[in-house]
């Protein structure tokens, strides 16, 4: 089942790239460290982030489409069967926003930043303070998913409020977003890593406007 996101009462466009799966959305490409703006429209406003984003440690970072950005009903199960980390951190589900609902903010936005990493330390790292940035710079709706198991606490209490709001955010995949569509919608490389030899492809992304 493909959520589908609105808005203004009419269906937004969606990719129809398939890929394989992944939990945590990891893939085994190298990627050179460059930075590539949609051409589709100008966004010379978002180029700075997008330079920041690699002088924070991206290997790649791209304005894209949030249009481009797939939600997928599928995508919590794999965190729900397959993921250890399961209802043990406030930044997993099923604490973390439903598919439906991820598509629903979704719509409300035109613009992304995504951004490629080589681990999911380096994409936790680099979210929120370039959703700070962002938001500082007059971007108000700002929001920045990031990428795998929040690792902030060695023990998360999922009975009290998160001890580091200013830094843990949820991972793409734990809010229902589908990360290798989503890449691959904005020609980034990502396929299933089938070994630890392998070396992964990590993504996040912050929701500008």
């Known amino acids: 089942m493909r959520t589908r996101a609105k808005s203004s009462g009419k269906t937004r466009a969606k990719s129809s790239a398939k890929t394989g799966v992944s939990s945590h959305g990891g ?4 990627a050179s460290k460059t930075a590539s703006p949609t051409s589709n429209s100008d966004n010379s406003d978002l180029s700075n982030f997008v330079g920041l984003a690699l002088k924070f440690g991206a290997r790649e970072a791209k304005v894209i489409h949030a249009a481009t950005v797939e939600c997928e009903t599928w995508v919590r199960l794999k965190c729900q069967f397959g993921c250890g980390g399961y209802a043990k951190r406030l930044t997993c589900p099923p604490l973390t926003p439903t598919p439906e609902e991820t598509a629903a903010v979704v719509a409300c936005y035109k613009r992304a930043i995504l951004i490629h990493c080589r681990d999911n330390d380096i994409v936790n790292d680099i979210i929120p303070r370039l959703e700070r940035e962002v938001f500082l710079a007059g971007y ?12 902030l606490c060695d023990r998360c ?46 993504y996040g992304l912050v929701l500008v406007d």
Do not use: Q, W
């Open 140 to 151: 108000y709706k700002a929001l920045g998913f990031g990428s795998g198991p929040c690792h």
């Open 27 to 30: 893939a085994g490409r190298n």
């Open 157 to 202: 209490d999922v009975t009290g409020r998160c001890v580091h709001p200013d830094s843990a955010r949820p991972s793409m995949e734990a809010c229902g977003i589908d990360v290798y569509a989503t890449a691959h919608a904005n020609r980034f490389p990502i396929h299933v890593v089938r070994s630890r030899r392998e070396e992964g492809d990590y």
